[in-house]
DNA sequence: ATGGTCGATAGTCGA
């Protein structure tokens, strides 16, 4: 089972991009970040002839989350339970046994700003909600843009981005708090080059220069450790016309 | 170079 995640930056926007690369890779789930639509606007016919299902949670212009899945998916949920949200961020729901989660974690726009403080309120509700799932499921992904890069290592110029949004320590301990629950990176159980990156600014020519950051990430419980035998980044999609900023991350379970 | 570029939207805001 193939199942990928992918900030598109406007589902809108990048219709051929996503289309092409489902035609191309045929990942049984597709989760998707930024849709950047209200659902009543969701281009859903577009997915249907390449033989995807379609669940949104949208909104106007900002966030907004979606599932494609060859099958249906089961037990849909929108948003935290239990956190009242104006932002549609999560989608939850079960695939093949396995619990997916879609998530697109707030920015948090510089340490210290209000967004900042957003952020680190949403990711305690995140890890509250992610405990109770935990009660009830043991096959779990989580995936999606976690907008934290889990080390330095992930980091194109550490020292430069040292303590800033989306590497600060406050950051970084939530995301090892919910890898405490017993999930792991799946990224990392592999041999990796280095210098492998899942976002790159469009300003400055971010890609072209190297200078990224993996903040997309593919979290695994520890039931599907064994049979995860790939987890991987696909630049090419960045590399072309009118890129998302994001590129797909994939893992591949036995 | 304290900006740079996108998407959604119709002013700017958010990333």
């Known amino acids: 089972m193939k199942i990928a995640s992918w900030n598109v930056n406007g589902i809108r926007a990048r219709l051929d991009h996503v289309s092409d690369w489902l035609q191309i890779n045929q990942p049984d789930v597709l989760t998707l970040q930024e849709t950047k639509v209200m659902d009543e606007m969701f281009p859903l016919d577009a997915f249907k002839p390449l033989g995807y299902q379609v669940n949104i949670y949208g909104q106007k212009s900002y966030n907004g989350v979606a599932v494609l899945t060859k099958k249906p998916l089961t037990e849909i949920k929108k948003g935290i339970s239990g956190f009242k949200d104006?932002?549609?961020?999560?989608?939850?729901?079960?695939?093949?046994?396995v619990l997916i989660?879609?998530?697109?974690v707030p920015n948090g726009q510089s340490v210290g700003s209000e967004k900042f403080d957003y952020k680190m309120r949403w990711l305690k509700?995140?890890?509250?909600?992610?405990?109770?799932?935990?009660?009830?499921?043991?096959?779990?992904v989580i995936l999606g843009d976690f907008n934290?890069?889990?080390a330095d290592i992930?980091?194109?110029d550490p020292e430069l981005w040292k303590n800033k949004v989306l590497c600060s320590?406050?950051?970084?301990?939530?995301?090892?708090?919910?890898l405490g629950l017993g999930f792991v990176d799946s990224f990392r159980l592999f041999e990796q080059q280095e210098r492998l990156y899942s976002w790159w600014d469009y300003r400055a020519a971010a890609y072209r220069r190297k200078m990224g950051m993996r903040i997309d990430l593919i979290l695994i419980s520890e039931a599907l450790k064994k049979g995860c035998m790939k987890s991987y980044i696909d630049e090419t999609p960045r590399g072309q016309d009118k890129p998302s900023d994001h590129a797909p991350?994939?893992?591949?379970l036995s």
Do not use: M, S
């Open 101 to 104: 989660i879609n998530v697109y």
């Open 125 to 140: 509700h995140f890890y509250a909600y992610l405990q109770t799932l935990l009660k009830t499921h043991q096959k779990i």
């Open 169 to 178: 320590e406050n950051e970084r301990e939530w995301l090892n708090q919910i």
């Open 86 to 97: 104006d932002q549609t961020r999560v989608i939850t729901g079960t695939y093949n046994g």
């Open 249 to 252: 991350v994939l893992i591949e």
């Open 148 to 150: 934290i890069a889990p």
């Open 154 to 156: 992930d980091v194109h």
